[in-house]
């Protein structure tokens, strides 16, 4: 369980800010739940009186394992923004380990904003250890509908401590 809150004052107008969260944490399940407020006025560093921002965050998810090789969670998010209007997003992640040195992973988005159409968005791919403290991967984005249309990345990456490279196509 946890509980934050925070007061800003900027040109003479005071903000607030609340978070109060819950997290259960077991074998092979865990659940999570978030409520996240702030005012019209609530400015930090990042985020001025006049900038948009949600004011109202509410955000449930769950996630189990099965077994040790993979794992499956949901997550539902619901967010009220002070200018842009609310939206709905509903997310489905998946992570197999396929060897000890290499994982798939896979998301898929589902975004519904109160004026715009449907957004929907896909992200996939896999992770392996190429030798000790190397790792490479190669993963693929796609996203359709909304306000932004089609498009997507193909994208592979190597990395060690000493060098990262990066290899992208977008379309």
């Given at each position: 369980?946890?509980?934050?809150?925070?007061?800003?004052?900027?040109?003479?107008?005071?903000?607030?800010?609340?978070?109060?969260?819950?997290?259960?944490?077991?074998?092979?399940?865990?659940?999570?739940?978030?409520?996240?407020?702030?005012?019209?006025?609530?400015?930090?560093?990042?985020?001025?009186?006049?900038?948009?921002?949600?004011?109202?965050?509410?955000?449930?998810?769950?996630?189990?394992?099965?077994?040790r090789?993979?794992?499956?969670?949901?997550?539902?998010?619901?967010?009220?923004?002070?200018?842009?209007?609310?939206?709905?997003?509903?997310?489905?992640?998946?992570?197999?380990?396929?060897?000890?040195?290499?994982y798939?992973?896979?998301?898929?988005?589902?975004?519904?904003?109160?004026?715009?159409?449907v957004?929907?968005s896909?992200?996939?791919?896999?992770?392996?250890?190429?030798?000790?403290?190397t790792?490479?991967?190669?993963?693929?984005?796609?996203?359709?509908?909304?306000?932004?249309?089609?498009?997507?990345?193909?994208?592979?990456?190597?990395?060690?401590?000493?060098?990262?490279?990066?290899?992208?196509?977008?379309?």
């Amino acid at each position: 369980m946890g509980a934050a809150a925070a007061a800003s004052l900027q040109k003479h107008s005071a903000g607030t800010a609340a978070l109060l969260s819950y997290s259960y944490v077991g074998r092979p399940l865990l659940v999570q739940l978030g409520v996240r407020y702030q005012s019209n006025e609530y400015a930090n560093l990042g985020l001025t009186q006049t900038s948009d921002r949600q004011r109202l965050d509410l955000t449930a998810s769950t996630a189990i394992a099965i077994g040790r090789l993979a794992n499956f969670s949901f997550q539902f998010e619901r967010a009220v923004s002070r200018d842009s209007g609310w939206f709905n997003r509903l997310t489905l992640q998946c992570n197999r380990t396929i060897t000890r040195w290499a994982y798939a992973f896979a998301t898929v988005n589902n975004t519904y904003w109160r004026d715009y159409p449907v957004e929907y968005s896909t992200f996939f791919g896999l992770s392996f250890s190429v030798a000790e403290r190397t790792t490479a991967g190669a993963s693929r984005t796609d996203h359709w509908g909304g306000q932004a249309g089609r498009g997507g990345t193909t994208q592979a990456t190597a990395s060690n401590p000493c060098r990262w490279v990066r290899v992208s196509d977008t379309e």
